[in-house]
């Protein structure tokens, strides 16, 4: 037996059984998180749930995770979180309700987003990109089939092809607000010094809140050019910001 | 020149008188302000004297493995002190922070400010240790804090006694966040000294918050050892806000008694006098050893209606209504008294239920008539058991004659004892609603309130998420990750290649020629091989059998037809005149003789030397074969 083909073998049953084992592993640090939180021991919850979120994202796992951060007075951790629940789940209410509350409490602003960006948020930002794509195929296949396999176009075929096709030019938008929307992050560290060039030693605009949402423009170095919802353009520290595809 | 130096002269002049009457127009401030009186009435904060600073350590010998504090006072703002984050370090010793804060103090007309900085000190071994002096700015300037000694002996002298401390108790150490307690800080003082109040006590620490209108100080006796000694206590009440460990730990400024000497208070059946030190204060910073408590959330399961935080035990009196008649339309007050096991608890009133069809029922008021806060309370009650927590009153404005009693508003608390939410619903108290006509005003806002209650619905905090929900393998959209335009190129690729089939057949179904030749050219390639092999064997009867089925079949396109169907003549048809009459069919007559008597003969035909014809049969082949091709 060649050592490539052993190789080949262990890989798919190292896929085979990785699934599985994964999925036992999250299952075990979401309880485990659970169980934390319930004992008021929001910095293991915070951790346990953290490290779930970074095996497999999930909405729930997102929405604990900045339950327990909050819990523990990291205001932008806690949205980052909340915002990566919805970004994920738009239906999610407790993480949008949660999200509501910190602002209220901090005192902080939404991302201000753009009407693109808004239809965007009314499903999961993976959706959209699967709606196109099945769209446009939809309705080539409703166009080009009947003729391929000799078949007379049905009034249905054709309505499910312009259906489809509508249903493709409607997602765009939201494609594109998707793409946007990823840019847009939030500062995760108390009194972020906003500078006016990417260097250590450059004189600060302003110091930002925890939570504040910032759309980043460019990356030059560790820094981020940033642009906040009042208007200001100046460079954080990339470890301040964390983006909402992050 | 003279006359333009006088005209200027003359302009300045006027511009300066007129500045001059501008200026002594301003109202001069007002000697009659009582307050702006009062500001200036206070005694001034001595910032001018130069900063000084003095260092002990409380007391200067102890044992070892006992606590010294160790204490620098200024004279100075505590603001002012650019004290250092980090603690001295002398090898041996081990330094705990302990509290700092600042106080005034009068003398010579002037407020004298008194910071002080507190650390606890233990060291494991005898000897004498020193704490270098070292410089701190203060005011931006450097003033030196001087050194100080301790000594560590095991066997310090019978005068020195320990370290003054705070103590600080609360009922239990596990509470629910939420959870008002009695917090006390004790100061007992030395045995045999006289007791001394404190100033400025405070407790520090995070996630929790003091009521500072519920302090109450007192000199009581408390157990120390095994017997009692009178000390100063401060009571007040804390509740925690945060779940998790909380760390608590109070502090506060030694400033005895303000009397020009001591008192002496003789208690009665000949128990212990009671000395309370006098004189003037010296304002000593003491502090405690922090307390830790732990603080677990409110469960959320369970919870009832009408719950807005109050965690303790409580009871209502029966609510009354201020008349038991009232017409449709006008309002009405019920009365609701709380009590509670102390009367500092904080009770914030339900909110009224939704309106009905029968009542419009508004927000809970004080006996003040503002709004019901948790601070509307009273001290005791005469005739009850416990003492009154919160009186609150509804306004409620019947609508319509069907009502006969008031609706029960929802009210709940939270029993930290039992660990369960408890009812505490406000019963329905009945009345009699006479004809009226409700105003259009209420009923208007009878219809508006639902929707203004939904907006105005204050956002909480939400439990866990029970499941993981929608999870994906990355927060990175999926159209742009390297895969999904791929993935998007396959049913392309697919329709493409649909497409393409397509317009080969429609193209084939035209030319059906093609289709005959491609056929013709697969079986004369699978014919030759065969007569090849056959030659190779030297089987002369396939041989010629397999030539000519391959002649056959490369010119049955040509007519077309069947190549079974083709004779040799139809084969030489194909080939011009001379070459019919040539070499060339000569061979063609040659195979298909032998291979017709072969197929319809009885004899074999004349198949000698056959195979040596196979050089010209490739040569002929290749020819049709290429014709084929064209």
């Given at each position: 037996?060649?050592?490539?083909?052993?190789?080949?073998?262990?890989?798919?049953?190292?896929?085979?059984?990785?699934?599985?084992?994964?999925?036992?592993?999250?299952?075990?640090?979401?309880?485990?998180?659970v169980s934390a939180y319930g004992a008021a021991d929001y910095e293991r919850a915070a951790d346990a749930f953290g490290r779930a979120a970074a095996i497999q994202p999930?909405?729930?796992?997102?929405?604990?995770?900045?339950?327990?951060?909050?819990?523990?007075g990291q205001t932008g951790p806690a949205i980052v979180a909340w915002e990566q629940a919805l970004w994920l789940d738009p239906f999610n209410q407790s993480a949008r309700n949660n999200l509501r509350f910190a602002r209220k409490v901090a005192q902080l602003e939404s991302p201000d987003l753009a009407w693109y960006e808004v239809v965007s948020t009314w499903l999961p930002a993976n959706w959209w990109a699967w709606i196109a794509g099945l769209s446009l195929w939809l309705a080539v296949a409703m166009t080009l089939l009947p003729s391929i396999f000799r078949r007379r176009k049905t009034a249905w075929q054709q309505a499910v092809a312009a259906m489809a096709l509508m249903v493709f030019l409607l997602s765009l938008p939201a494609h594109a607000g998707v793409?946007?929307?990823?840019?847009?992050?939030?500062?995760?560290?108390?009194?972020t010094p906003l500078?006016?060039?990417?260097?250590?030693?450059?004189?600060?605009?302003?110091?930002?809140?925890?939570?504040?949402?910032?759309r980043w423009e460019r990356l030059r170095g560790r820094f981020l050019l940033i642009q906040t919802p009042e208007g200001l353009r100046g460079w954080v520290e990339k470890s301040c910001l964390s983006a909402m595809g992050d | 020149m003279k006359s333009k130096i006088w005209f200027l002269g003359a302009l300045v002049c006027l511009l300066l008188l007129l500045a001059a009457s501008r200026a002594g127009a301003q109202p001069a401030p007002s000697s009659q302000d009582p307050l702006m009186n009062l500001m200036l009435s206070q005694p001034k904060i001595d910032i001018s004297s130069p900063a000084t600073a003095t260092v002990e350590f409380e007391p200067p010998v102890v044992r070892p493995g006992d606590e010294a504090v160790y204490r620098v006072n200024f004279n100075a703002l505590e603001e002012s002190v650019a004290w250092p984050e980090e603690p001295p370090t002398v090898p041996g010793l081990e330094f705990q922070p302990g509290g700092h804060g600042e106080i005034f103090q009068m003398g010579g007309g002037v407020m004298q400010p008194r910071t002080s900085f507190n650390y606890h000190v233990r060291a494991g071994a005898p000897g004498e240790f020193v704490v270098p002096e070292f410089s701190v700015k203060?005011?931006?300037?450097?003033?030196?804090?001087?050194?100080?000694?301790?000594?560590?002996?095991?066997?310090?002298?019978?005068?020195?006694v320990p370290a003054r401390r705070l103590r600080v108790e609360v009922p239990g150490t596990n509470l629910y966040a939420g959870q008002p307690v009695r917090a006390r800080v004790i100061y007992a003082g030395p045995p045999g000294s006289p007791v001394q109040g404190l100033a400025q006590v405070q407790l520090t620490g995070q996630g929790f918050i003091v009521d500072q209108s519920a302090v109450q100080q007192r000199i009581s006796n408390v157990p120390r050892g095994r017997t009692s000694a009178p000390a100063y206590v401060y009571e007040t009440t804390l509740t925690p806000l945060t779940a998790g460990p909380v760390s608590i730990m109070a502090q506060g400024f030694l400033a005895g008694l303000h009397t020009s000497?001591?008192?002496?208070?003789?208690?009665?059946?000949?128990?212990?006098?009671?000395?309370?030190?006098?004189?003037?204060?010296?304002y000593t910073l003491l502090d405690s050893d922090p307390l830790e408590i732990s603080v677990r959330p409110l469960p959320r399961r369970g919870e009832l209606p009408g719950f807005t935080g109050a965690i303790g035990t409580f009871a209502i009196d029966p609510p009354s209504l201020d008349t038991d008649s009232v017409q449709a339309g006008d309002p009405v007050k019920l009365t609701v008294t709380v009590r509670g096991d102390d009367a500092s608890q904080r009770v914030v009133p339900p909110p009224p239920p939704a309106p009905g069809r029968d009542w419009q029922i508004f927000a809970a008021m004080d006996a003040s008539g503002s709004p019901a806060s948790p601070t509307s309370r009273r001290f005791g009650a005469p005739g009850s058991s416990k003492p009154v927590c919160a009186s609150f009153s509804y306004t409620l404005i019947p609508l319509t004659t069907e009502a006969r009693a008031t609706p029960a508003i929802p009210f709940s608390y939270f029993d930290p004892g039992r660990g369960a939410y408890?009812?505490?619903?406000?019963?329905?108290?009945?009345?009699?609603?006479?004809?009226?006509?409700?105003?259009?005003?209420?009923?208007?806002?009878?219809?508006?309130?639902?929707a203004d209650a939904e907006t105005e619905k204050e956002p909480t905090l939400s439990g866990l998420a029970s499941a993981p929900g929608l999870a994906t393998d990355s927060l990175v959209p999926v159209q742009q990750r390297a895969w999904f335009p791929l993935l998007q190129l396959a049913p392309g690729a697919a329709f493409l290649g649909l497409w393409g089939w397509?317009?080969?057949?429609?193209?084939?179904?035209?030319?059906?020629?093609?289709?005959?030749?491609?056929?013709?050219?697969?079986?004369?390639?699978?014919?030759?091989?065969g007569a090849r092999q056959a030659a190779r064997a030297g089987d002369t009867s396939r041989f010629a059998a397999r030539a000519a089925g391959a002649l056959r079949v490369a010119c049955s396109p040509h007519y077309p037809a069947e190549p079974r169907a083709l004779v040799g003549a139809d084969v030489l048809a194909l080939f011009p005149e001379n070459e019919r009459a040539g070499r060339v069919g000569e061979v063609i007559r040659r195979f298909f003789a032998v291979s017709d008597a072969a197929r319809f003969g009885s004899a074999a035909g004349q198949a000698d030397g056959l195979l040596a014809l196979k050089p010209e049969l490739d040569s002929l082949l290749a020819r049709l074969e290429e014709r084929l091709r064209a």
């Open positions: 037996m060649s050592n490539s083909f052993r190789i080949s073998i262990g890989l798919s049953l190292l896929m085979l059984f990785a699934k599985p084992c994964l999925g036992a592993s999250i299952e075990s640090l979401f309880h485990e998180g999930a909405s729930g796992t997102l929405q604990n995770l900045g339950n327990a951060e909050w819990q523990q793409y946007t929307r990823s840019h847009i992050g939030f500062i995760v560290e108390k009194d500078r006016l060039t990417p260097t250590a030693d450059s004189q600060n605009l302003t110091r930002l809140a925890a939570g504040t949402p910032a | 203060v005011y931006g300037k450097p003033v030196t804090v001087p050194a100080a000694r301790l000594q560590v002996t095991s066997t310090p002298p019978a005068s020195v000497g001591p008192v002496v208070i003789t208690a009665p059946g000949g128990s212990q006098p009671i000395t309370i030190g006098g004189g003037p204060p010296q408890v009812d505490l619903t406000i019963p329905p108290v009945t009345l009699t609603v006479k004809g009226g006509v409700a105003s259009a005003d209420a009923r208007a806002l009878t219809q508006r309130e639902p397509d317009r080969r057949r429609r193209y084939l179904e035209r030319h059906p020629e093609v289709v005959l030749k491609r056929r013709a050219l697969r079986g004369l390639r699978r014919e030759w091989r």
